[in-house]
């Protein structure tokens, strides 16, 4: 009997344990999946909790809820990973051997790692919106806050979903003129990019959304440290950004087991190969989700997508065959834009963000980096194919690997 | 992918005039493309250089601003005081690696 260990039952752990377990013979894999705890939060939805858009109580479901019968759970924090005796060692003694191994750990922010984010004024005028504690205490402050300067911030990339802050910025921006409070707020967008987005073409288009809003931005700010007392960020190069709120991104790190078990970068990610989603150096060690540094975006899409892609690799690598699936990268966001509306982007390792149509040419439903209300009623969508479909490894009507069929050709300027 | 002349060498760029041949660097070359965006190269320059040029050929990928600090032992402040407003983008485009992607 071999085993299967998938580490983390988030968005690319719980996938892969649905998929395989239809796909190993149950007399030859047991399959077990390691988490701390038995919460599953659908983390699409705080983007919109702040604004007052989401119950908490609907963005939770059990993990277990989702792990199919076949597969063992395992609830304990992890202590490392002994890749010379194939073993995961849990924090409370326990060890895990393994055949095969599957890290999907994840990405969490981490405020401590910026000097002076944590304090007094930590959910009190500065605030995360990445966490359920975070959303929830900005949701609280930003119903009664008398309005002034409010900064968005990223502290550093990669982050989760990189178009969040974005979106947060733009549905700020609604949230206060829909209540007649928008000249009591002015809105700055802080980067440490040098514009509004990673790739030229959505950060033209972007940009000018911000502009269009009167948001202005910030760009080429790496941060030194935030000053809490005197509520201003200051950067590296002595340049100040002075907030009356601040909503910022901390930087995102994978899990500190990664970096007790030397397998992880500067950051906790694990070097992974971009194509067959294999650990750099192991034959034995996959890294799905936002665990790896794969230079794709940290996003459910490209869990998904390369779940898919990691699944066929998987199967025809423990049969002794050669990998014949390689990932492309392929990443598919949603843009929340305010008034009930959105963006979509679609893109890859190769190909930026193009405008056209998604996924039928030329009839869409959805618009690609062009707003449209169908966005909007996509991404509310996105929920039940999430819990419904997704989480379970059924199929989803999009392909996997990225088309260039309705996408049209543009140069940046 | 273009053709240019940098020193009286010719080398090949792309549309930023990024080096897309890191063979195709040394230090000498590396003095020139300094320049051409207003920096002398010092020796402390060339030593966060060096650190770029070796970490890319184990990684395929331009150091970012945090690694440089993190596995190379040069402080942000440093580097942002050496290659000021872009370090990251200034630093690769000196070493002659691809623009570091930031992320995605």
Redesign the interface.
Known sequence: MKSLVVLGAGTAGTMVVNKLRSRLARDEWRITVVDQDDWHLYQPGLLLLPFGAERPEDLLRHRSDFVPPGVGRVQARIDRIDTAERTVLLEDGRAVPYDQLVIATGSQTRPDQTPGMLGDHWHRDVFDFYTLEGAMALRDRLADWPGGRLVVHIVDLPIKCPVAPLEFTFLADAFFEERGRRADVDITFVTPLDGAFTKPIASAHLGGMLRDRGISVEPDFYVDHVDGPARKLVSVDDREVAYDLLVTVPLNMGADCIARSGMGDELNFVPTDKHTLLAVGYDDVWVLGDASNIPASKAGSVAHFSAEVFVENFLEHISGRPMTHAFDGHANCFIESGHGKGLLIDFNYDTEPLPGRYPVPLVGPFTLLEESHANHWGKLGFRWAYWHLLLKGRPMPVPTLMSMTGKKKEVAS | MTVTDIAGRTVHVDSEGFLTDPSEWDEELAKALAEQIGITLTEEHLRMLRFLRADFTT?H?TA????VQ??GGFP??QQ?ALF???PA?KMAYVAGLPKP????
């Open positions: 990684t990928e970012t601003t945090r690694r993190a596995v942000v402040k942002f000021p407003q872009k983008k992607h930031g992320c995605v």
